[in-house]
Each structure stands twice: as C-alpha cells, then as structure tokens.
C-alpha cells in the first residue's frame, strides 16, 4: 500500500501517522521527495483500513498495490486449479464441461427424460434447482427436499453428477451426496453460508452477484477458500446495466480477465444472463470463443409448461444442435 | 395483466393460448381490434410467467398492470404504517426520529459513551454493528454476542432502543431484547432470513440491495410481511452507479417514490452511501427536504481508531451540529 | 400503444382524453372490460407524448408496441442491409470484415506500414483517427486535415478502404475521399451531426454511446437513415458498467439482440470496450463466435511510443494470429 | 503520478522506463525499496499516457496523484466563481438563483405568460428551449430561430436574462444576445462545440452527461475554460442507473462533492433527472438543502398539451409553492 502525504504534512504529523501504522503491525518506508512524500506501507495491509488512512487531513491519496485476495489469487498460484467433480469429471486446467438441465426439477419423469436426452447430446453434468430464490414469495419456490431426491435418483440411473442451488445452512445435511452445491447470484456475499460451505469440502459453484464486481467475486471465493475448501468454480452470469433488452449484461469479457487474476476454473451460464432462449446460442459460443472451461444452459422439454424460467429454455433439440457447435467452436480456440 | 398478440396469430392459436392461460387460474378478456388483439388477464396474475409468455412466437408484448407487491402496496393500505419501536419512540406517518451510532460496537466505554452522547444531542435510536459483513474474510468482522451484550447495557444505561444487524438465522435467539433487526444490503435477498424475521413480530430495518430496484426492495418487504411481520421500515443506502468519487451513488429521489408505492417508513443512511464523513452532512439535510422519516448517521467519538468505517464517521461535536440542521431543515418542510 | 385506465375514471374524464389522442391524429379503440378499461391507440402514436400520458391522473400505465424505429427496423425490412464500400468490399448480410489499423495517424510511415501489414494479415479495411476526441483539452489531438491525406495516401498505396472519424460538420468537405465515416460514441446523440450526415451517401460507422441503450443506438441510426442516407454500420464497442477492471463492459449480447431488431451491418470494437491489449484476442474471438459482421482492432507497430492508446494495440505480429484464429472461428461457426 | 514496478523488474528495464518517460519531459524520482521500486513522476504529467504506462510488462500499477483538471480545480483556486449573468443577478459564492420555464418555446402567449408568472413567484432566470435534442428524428425539435425572439421579446417584457440550450456551432451568432448558453447532457463530450464556447465570454450551463463521471464534467468545463472563457456554471440532472421507476437518479451528492473539487457554480435541474412532475417538489427541496447554487425547474402553463415533457413540468400555482419552500429551506441551511 502506498500513500502520498500533502505537500502541507508538517515532519511531526507525518511521524505521528508511522506510528499509527506500525502500531497495526505494519512497517512503513518513507520516501521523501522535493515535491511529495510517499509512504509505503509493508506487510500484512490488510489490517489497515484504506479509505480511513485516505481520509486523514494530511493524506493526498492511497493506493493499495497487492490484490486483497491471497487464496485465489494467480500470483500465488499459478498454475490453473482443476476441479474434480467425480474421478472421470474434472474442470478447469483444459478440462472443460457442459452443464446442461431444467431451471426447477419439477418430476421425476422430467428430471429423467431432460438428463437423458441432454447426456446423449454431450452435456457431462447435470443440472436442476430444487430449492429456487426467487423474487417474490408469492412464486414457485422449488420442490426442495423432494427435488433434491429426484437429482439424486437421475444422477443414479444416468451417472451424470449434479449441480443445484443451496439458499441455506440448515439445508446443508441434505445436500450430502451432491456433487457441485451453487451459491446463487443473490447470495454471493451471504458470507454466513459461504463460511459454512467453506469448512466442507465439496466443489462450490460461486455464481457471480448481479451488482458484484471481479473482485468482490473473489473476495467472496477467498470466505469459502479461507475455510479450507480450495473447490471453488466462479460463474459470470451477467450483470445488472442500464440495457433492458436483455434480461442482464453478459460480461464476457470477465473470462479473460478472472483467468489472469486467478487460478480457479470460470464457467459461463448465458441462460439466466440473457434471459431468453434466442439468445442463449450465440452467446454460449462466444463464452466457449472467450475462453471459458464450462458453459451451463438451461434445457426443458416442454419450456411453455415450465414451472420457472421457460422463457430462457433451450427444447432438447436445439440444446442437441448447440452442443455440437460448442464443441467445434472450442476445437477452433483450442487447436 | 395485458397481452398484445401479434397480427399473425390465428385464430386457433388465440384459443390455444387463452386456454393455458385459464388452466393456471386466471381469466381472459378477449378484445379484437381491427389491426390487433389484446387479452386483458384477470386474477391472480402473479401466477403467469411474464417472460415465458411474452416468449411466445404469437405475442407482441405484454405489460403487467398491477405492482408484484400487495402487502406493502399503498393502493391497498392508503394510511402510512407507523412502527412502534417503544411506546415513546414511533417511525412514520409525520414521526421521525435519528438514528446514530458507531458502525461496530468495539468496548463498554466506547458504546455507552457515544450513546450518551448522540442522545444529548437528539438521536433517538442507537445503532451499533455486532455481526459485521465485510468484503473480505480477513477483516474485523464484529464482536458477535459481546457486541449485542454492549449494545444491550448501553440501552439499559441509556433507554434508547437498539438497531443492529442480523446476517444469519442461527443467531436469532441472541436478538431476543434487540429493539429492531437491521437486514444489511447484501442480504436483501437472501429469502431465507427474510421468511424468518417473517415469522417474528420484530420491526426490521431492511437496507435496499446495492444493485437493486425499488421494486425489488419491495418484493423483500413482502417475503417478511408476508410471514405477518407488518413492521417493515425500508432504508435507501445508495446504489452502485459508474461514479467514483463517491462510495455509492444516494439515490434520494427514492424517499418520494417508495412514498407513493408503499405505506412503510422510509429512512435514508447518508454515511454508508457516500462513505466520506464531510458529505454526510449535505446528504442528511438533503434527506430531510426530501421527506425522510428517519436519518440514520455514523457517530465514533474516534475515528481515527474505528476498526471499520471511520472514515464516513462523524465526531460528536459534527453530529451535535448536524442534528440541529436536520431538525431546522425538517421544520422549514413541514411546517 | 395501450393504456389502461385506472378503475376510478369516469366515462367523461375517458371521452375527453379520447378527444386529447385523436385531435393529434391518432384514432382510439376502447375496450371496456369488467374490471378495467383499456385504450388502444392506432396510427402514428410516435406523436403522442407517451410520459405525459402515463401521467395524467385517470391513466393507470401506458406501453408502446411496435418499436419507436422504423428505417431501421428489421420488421420492415426483413433482409439484411449489406453496405457496399468499395465494389469488392461490402459489409453484412454475410459478408465479413476485418477493420484494422493505430488509434491514431502518426506519420507517414507509421501509416503506410500499418496498412501494409494488416492487409498482408487478412484485414480489408484500414481504420486510424485524424480527429480524435479526447477527454481532456491537454491531450493530443490528432494530426486533422494533415492525417487525414495520410490515411488517403495509405489507401492509394494498398487499396484498402478507409474508415476514419468525424467531429464536427465543419470539417465534412475533407472527408471527400474517406470511404466510411464514424461518429464516435461520445457524438452517438450530437444530432446535428447526425442530420449532415443523413445527407450524404457515405457509409457511417456508428458507434454506441457508453451509456446508450440499443434503442437509442438504433434511434441515432434512424435520424441518419431518415435523411436518405441507408448505409449504416452499428458498432457496439462496449457501455459503461460499475466492473473497474475493464474500462468497459463489452456487451456482446447487443450482436444477437440487434441483429432481431435491425437489418443493418454490426461491428465489433474489442479494443476501445476492453482498453487492454491482452484481452482483445478473447474478445474478438468471442464477437465473432457471436455472429458479428466485422471486427475492428487497434494495431500499432510501436505501442509503446503511440501518441494514444498504445495499451490497447496489438503488435503488428499478435494481429497476425488474432486474425487467423478470427476466420477459424467464423469457420466454426457459419459452416 | 507514483509508478510501482514489479519486484521482477531489472535495473536495466527501470532505466529504460525512466529514459522514456523523461523523453516526456517529466522528471522522475526514484524510491528503491526493499520490496518494490516507485517511481515519482514530477512535472506536466498529463502529458503521460497513465494507461500504457500501467500495461508495461514490469509496471505493477500506476496512480495519477493529481487531478487532471487545472483551470477549474479549487486547489488552484479557492474562491467561489461568481458568474455574473446581469449587472444584477449573479450565481455562485453565495448568489441563489431560480431558473425557471417551459421545456420548449412554443408561442409567444406561452412563454410571456409562463416568463411572467414564474418572476411573480421568486424566479430571476428564464429558461425554454429553442432548439431541442430528441432521441427521436419524429419528434418536434424546437421553434428554432423563431423560438429564440420569443424568448428575446419575452426578456424585454420582463427582465429576466435567458438560458436556452444551443446544439450546434452553427447556430452561434443567432445566440448573440442570449444571456446563458445551455451545453444539454448528450452534448457534454461534443468537444468540438465546448472549443467554440470557450472563444466566446458567454456563461456556459454545462449540463452532466447521462452517463459521465463528475471527473469528466469537470474536463469538459475545462475545455471551456482552456479556450480563456472562464464563465462556466455546472449543472446535475440526474444519471443513468438500473433503477426505472425514475427516468434517471438525481445524484445530490454530485452537489458537495464538486464543491470540494472545483470553485465553478453548481445548479441542479429535478425536472428531467425524476420526469415525474410529482417528484420536482421534494427533489428541488433536497437540492437547497445540499447546498446547490440554483434550480432549474420547468413550468408549463398547459402541461398536458406541452409539445415536449409535459410529464414532469410544473403548473405556475404548484411553481409558486415550490419556490417559496425553496427560499425557507435555504434560509434553514445557510442561515
């Protein structure tokens, strides 16, 4: 961290605030030039609150150089983490997957048939909400324990491993034997869940908040890595702007940039992004152009009659069609 | 809820459409013009999927008439709620009151002190953060049940009713004597504390998300009011826009508009939304000209030592003067 | 357009405002159903002032149908436009471009060895400013009519077509010989120069403002086109978002979503969006994978001596393979 | 401006750095320390590209220290600007000022009728606009010429000095006897027009872009000014967010926080930032009590047949109660 004293800072006022930072344990090396004086701040930063030390009448502005997190963090870690989902499934690190399934898991005879049909197209996981956030309490709130049981029986007869959506601590026993738990975009900083989710050690899908930035994304996979859960795949799903012909902004561009800032692996999900199943071909192409090591679509086999979210479905046959132009999309960026 | 089709649609697919409409419970008004068709939805519209529907190959557009929200609705309860925190101490319909405090309770003297102070000075209420959310996993995060023990003898020193936030549901017993329960902006969504402060008969603070509408602040009151929890106090705390120079962006012309849409007290936190204590002071006036039943203002007796937030902290001296202005300004608008 | 009438109006208050629509020329259908009424404006309702409506006292809400739009619009001109800029080189519909060269014209060899380059790699088009519009009045800019006769120099010497922008109407009889003009996105709403423009018959590379939505995006193209001049190409070269780490937001949805609404050509601008060197390749890569018409890319031959915007330039040599793995995309995705 | 390099930089790269930057002539002072090495850059930094300085491969970060603004930095310049828009009525360090009138000129009757009115009620400044942006190329653009000598006829009937908006450089000595020139918000980044009012000694109302940072409203006052016209007056009218219910966010705290940046004026407009005439009153009070220098606040005689914005203009009775609230909180505030 650095910080640049005004020209006015008498010599006792520039001592005074040293010893304010050393006393959090903190070295300070002061550079004393003939227009400015600069101190820069050594050793654990993170104690030091940045905005108080920029506040301070004496203080021109402060920078902090070293990124705020350290677990997830590329600098530390430079080789690319990659995620193993079963011992045949793995993301991350050139391992790339598509997770493909409902938006709600509404009956057995859906969840079955979609894992089916969405297996056979090349989709290696799969996915389905059981217990669902939505915006108002008056909608469909999930089966829950129920439809974490129908998961459970299509993983069994397809062998495909699934991905759902936790919303809540209590709920953890049930998640037992799920393979990926999703922390939702409207939980991203919950820090209480993540806290909890980081002392298991189960694969964690940190889907990346509506209003969050990449830092605070991974800030907030630093809560689930600082337990001891290392398991974190990070999800762009959009971002809230001022467009309102899509659903959400997809920032595609949060790809390359989160694989330079980290090691963890980066999966894109264009359904809820966009909003609308037109949409989701193209930019599930773009994202697997961008870089990304998986793509998550929605796929429903009857959308007009879906519980949540049909707008944003793809019918098996299309998801069918996309799935092998994905592949031929990657096989360009890759070879 | 209103449906314009489009001029291709035929008549069998009009009837097709009309009959999945009626299957979800709501009726079809049919209205053929001569260059398109409209159907007017009626009932328990918060049934159909908006999206799905207006996914449709045969439909134009559709437009929801009445807001998603029905318990904070003022259409339906055209008298302003009035929360009673104590029998003194009210908050809306005409009764306003500060709300002051240091971002987090940090040792005996330090809460009771302030709190003796901020109440010479005015306050009414005394706010003081034992569970902290912070960005990072390494930061101070709140003295947790000592903190709520503090906060609980300043009361008993002080007689001011408390405000603190909750950030999990396993905590909700240690809340049992806290006067109102703060729901900060990064659990405005998070639906599963919402239903249980639902089911107690607490008044809650709940802070509007960083990156969330108006509507969706309201949608939040309704999943507690929903639970038969009328006592709902909604807190503007600004938003995240593209400026920088603030902290966030207070978005005041929110007093005026929740005044339209619901009943519910409004109060407006100028220190977290601006994060600078030199700008608190403009914003809270601001707030009260606005019409703000309640201002809720960072006091620390030392900044300079806050473990959070300092910078956006006033003094007591510059909260005594505050104060005075907030109550002249709220003289000059409604007198 | 529809609007619905509040429950408490009279028949009085709703025949005088069904004189107010048709003394502008517009006729009504009212429908009146059980427990609302609605009012369906037909004609040219671009006259009706659609906020003044929502607010008059008896009107519940208003939506407007059909788009606000109609040159560009695709409903009305369902087959892409395809704009030719030189007999061999034409834009849309199929035909793909890559628009390549520096921020700025520097010197003539600068120039010509750029052209000469990026040509050799499969671009077509030369793009470089002469005039360019900088934040601040102490930065470069822009060699004007000198580098404008540059850039015309480069095109005798390669052939390949000039794309370079336009500031101010003033300077349109120097554009005599440029083949495609652009308006920047912070001109995207400076209607005056739109309207000149409009006169002309030259292609206009209009870029998007950074906090424009596509409908004004599309509305700009339309003030254009409603002065008979129909070559225009959209550029969507990233908005403005609270995400730091890029200097844009990228918003690669806009491809698919504008390509439903409009006929005209869509262009991508990896470079301008991201401000950063490394994340163009990505990008571009993703633009195309997502169906753009074109992509334009900052290329300087000394990026680190550039007069402006050398971060975000790729090498002659990086742009060489960007390029190549651009047609292997398009392959990808068009075969 | 401080540069950080890298712990991997060379002794032989850091000397190339700084041969390269002094080529800029800006002198560089050197602060090795034992754990990274910074760069103090002095003298007319603005001359420094600062992003390509940062994508250098040994460059961890850079930070300008200093404001890019010169001419209208309060450091520079501590006193108040007062503009003197008449002999008598002056705006800035003190002087408060009501502007007020129809969004368009739309006959003589109208704008002496409203002109008179709105003096009658406490308003110095005449606004009304002539030459009108719309985003539409359909919609009424203004009387043009002939608005601008209604509004001359109506300052020689009453007195009052002018503000009416120019869009183009063209237009220029059709102005000549206007009193304020208007810079509307989508105009804000249109340099080429900010350079011709520099020339003239005009006062400038400089209007927020939808999208700008207050960095660059302060810029844009600075191309004004670097062209020697010093008589630039700020004005907030509200930003682009997510939020809907609101056609844009009212940013107050723009208000103090420019107070602190610059010594310019700062006028704030409620009217177009809500465009709900509903929201005018309690936004243009929470103005006053921000501390604005004036409001601008439209006023329309006949609002539901104004040919543009009609939604969010005033009535002359509701403009005589706003105003004298306005002067009772300001009195409440500065008294």
């Not at 020209?7 to 040293?18: D, F, L, N, Y």
């Not at 010893?19 to 101190?39: D, N």
């Not at 108080?52 to 080789?79: G, M, Q, T, W």
């Not at 398991?231 to 694989?259: K, Q």
Request: glycine share 8%.
């Amino acid at each position: 961290m650095i910080a640049v004293l005004k020209p006015s800072a008498t010599q006792q006022q520039m001592e005074h605030i040293c010893q304010w930072i050393r006393a959090q344990g903190v070295e300070v090396h002061v550079s004393k030039g003939q227009y400015q004086t600069i101190l820069g701040l050594i050793g654990d930063t993170s104690r030091i609150d940045m905005e108080l030390l920029e506040s301070l009448e004496i203080v021109e502005s402060v920078k902090r150089i070293s990124e705020p997190f350290k677990s997830a963090n590329r600098k530390f870690h430079p080789d690319d983490t990659v995620v193993e989902i079963t011992p045949d499934i793995k993301l991350g690190g050139g391992h790339f997957q598509i997770i493909a399934g409902p938006c709600s898991v509404e009956s057995h005879d859906q969840i079955i048939g979609i894992a089916k049909s969405v297996s056979a197209s090349g989709a290696t996981m799969l996915r389905g909400g059981a217990f669902k956030p939505r915006t108002s309490p008056y909608d469909f709130q999930g089966l829950k324990a129920e439809g974490l049981e129908l998961l459970l029986e299509a993983k069994k007869i397809t062998g495909m491993p699934i991905v759902t959506e936790i919303m809540s601590v209590e709920d953890l026993p049930l998640f037992e034997n799920v393979d990926v738990l999703q922390v939702g975009a409207r939980n991203m900083q919950n820090f209480d869940l993540l806290k909890h989710l980081g002392e298991t050690r189960k694969p964690i899908l940190l889907k990346r908040g509506l209003a969050n930035t990449l830092k605070e994304l991974l800030m907030s996979a630093e809560y689930i890595m600082a337990g001891g859960n290392e398991n974190v795949i990070l999800c762009e799903r959009g971002i809230r702007t001022f467009e309102t012909y899509t659903r959400n902004t997809l920032d595609l561009s949060a790809v390359p940039m989160l694989r330079e800032l980290t090691h963890l692996p980066i999966v894109v999900d264009p359904s809820h992004a966009t909003g609308t199943a037109r949409l989701v071909e193209p930019m599930a192409l773009a994202a697997a152009a961008a870089g990304a090591d998986g793509i998550m679509v929605e796929v429903h086999n009857d959308p007009i009659h879906a519980l949540c979210d049909g707008a944003q479905s793809l019918t098996p046959a299309q998801f069918d069609s996309l799935a092998q132009k994905i592949f031929k999309v990657r096989r360009a960026v890759t070879e």
